[in-house]
């Protein structure tokens, strides 16, 4: 497993939130050739994912790990490196009409789902009628009573009353969108999804799944790699440890590079160490992960990476 050079500086992540955001502090690494990915971030949690399923993800961690596959329809994304401007995300363009109670997004063209199926308007109406149909959904989604697809690029969502904050509520790692392969029905009228390996459009895909941890690898398909938005990394190893002494003793070891969950006197006891630091009081890594942005919910992976990497 790589891991950054000697006791390099850390980050903790609280499980409060993981909605604020932070980016690492110093000059950022030079960047390699373009679209390269390499390294391993280890991310150390209370236990692993119970449902990946990103409209049913319970707890933070839940949700970033979901996060990671799955991508909700807004949001902006940036390079890793430092290097260049933020990126919408599956929805290039949100507009409202009708006093906002009316919403039209256009979708990114040429996006594909990691079963290799197309992200289109009729992809997407699978979703937003799942999200009518269960509970969840209706908690995230107030007031949506109908949806169509004018055309293949576009999709129209109407609320039996103005809805001023969709843009927030598409952010929510929570809506990520799935491939109708993946759900049954695919309709998606009242639909569960019924595989998570290669149902999402997201930087990384499911590797692998055992009591011992999770491994996410970079999806090489990925549509950000023609932006040159990553993933900077090779994988994401998400490592179960129970104990929040457990979680901060992999921290100093440079065993993981983010903790989750780590209540306040873990937070306090990470704070006297020179070596670890805190972001916000909610995401913390070690100093050599780079380019984490999370301006709400789970965040996105793709834009880290590592400064250093030395041998194990």
């Given at each position: 497993m790589p891991r950054t050079g000697a006791r390099a500086l850390a980050a903790l992540v609280a499980a409060a939130s993981l909605a604020a955001g932070c980016g690492g502090t110093g000059e950022p690494a030079a960047a390699p050739a373009a679209g390269a990915s390499r390294g391993t971030l280890v991310i150390a949690v209370p236990r692993l994912a119970g449902e990946l399923d990103p409209l049913l993800a319970a707890s933070p961690w839940d949700a970033l790990v979901a996060r990671q596959a799955f991508e909700p329809l807004v949001?902006?994304?940036?390079?890793?490196?430092?290097?260049?401007?933020?990126?919408?995300?599956?929805?290039?363009?949100?507009?409202?009409?009708?006093?906002?109670?009316?919403?039209?997004?256009?979708?990114?063209?040429?996006?594909?789902?990691?079963?290799?199926?197309?992200?289109?308007?009729?992809?997407?109406?699978?979703?937003?009628?799942?999200?009518?149909?269960?509970?969840?959904?209706?908690?995230?989604?107030?007031?949506?009573?109908?949806?169509?697809?004018?055309?293949?690029?576009?999709?129209?969502?109407?609320?039996?009353?103005?809805?001023?904050?969709?843009?927030?509520?598409?952010?929510?790692?929570?809506?990520?969108?799935?491939?109708?392969?993946?759900?049954?029905?695919?309709?998606?009228?009242?639909?569960?999804?019924?595989?998570?390996?290669?149902?999402?459009?997201?930087?990384?895909?499911?590797?692998?799944?055992?009591?011992?941890?999770?491994?996410?690898?970079?999806?090489?398909?990925?549509?950000?790699?023609?932006?040159?938005?990553?993933?900077?990394?090779?994988q994401i190893q998400v490592r179960p440890a129970p104990s929040p002494r457990e979680r901060l003793a992999l921290l100093r070891s440079g065993e993981a590079q983010v903790a989750v969950g780590l209540p306040p006197g873990a937070l306090r006891d990470a704070l006297r160490d020179p070596l670890l630091t805190t972001a916000r009081g909610a995401i913390a890594l070690e100093r050599s992960v780079r380019g984490l942005h999370a301006p709400s919910g789970a965040p996105s992976l793709a834009s880290v990476w590592l400064t250093r990497i030395g041998a194990g």
């Open positions: 949001e902006r994304l940036w390079p890793p490196y430092g290097q260049g401007a933020p990126e919408p995300g599956l929805a290039r363009r949100l507009s409202a009409a009708r006093g906002q109670a009316e919403w039209r997004l256009r979708l990114r063209p040429g996006v594909r789902f990691q079963d290799g199926s197309l992200l289109s308007a009729g992809a997407v109406l699978a979703n937003v009628r799942r999200w009518q149909t269960t509970a969840a959904g209706q908690r995230l989604l107030p007031g949506l009573v109908a949806a169509d697809a004018p055309r293949p690029d576009v999709v129209r969502l109407f609320f039996s009353r103005p809805q001023p904050a969709l843009p927030r509520l598409l952010a929510s790692p929570r809506l990520g969108v799935v491939s109708p392969r993946a759900l049954s029905p695919r309709s998606g009228e009242a639909a569960r999804l019924v595989r998570a390996e290669n149902a999402g459009t997201g930087p990384f895909e499911l590797r692998e799944r055992s009591a011992s941890g999770l491994v996410l690898a970079a999806n090489a398909g990925w549509w950000g790699r023609r932006e040159r938005l990553g993933p900077a990394l090779d």
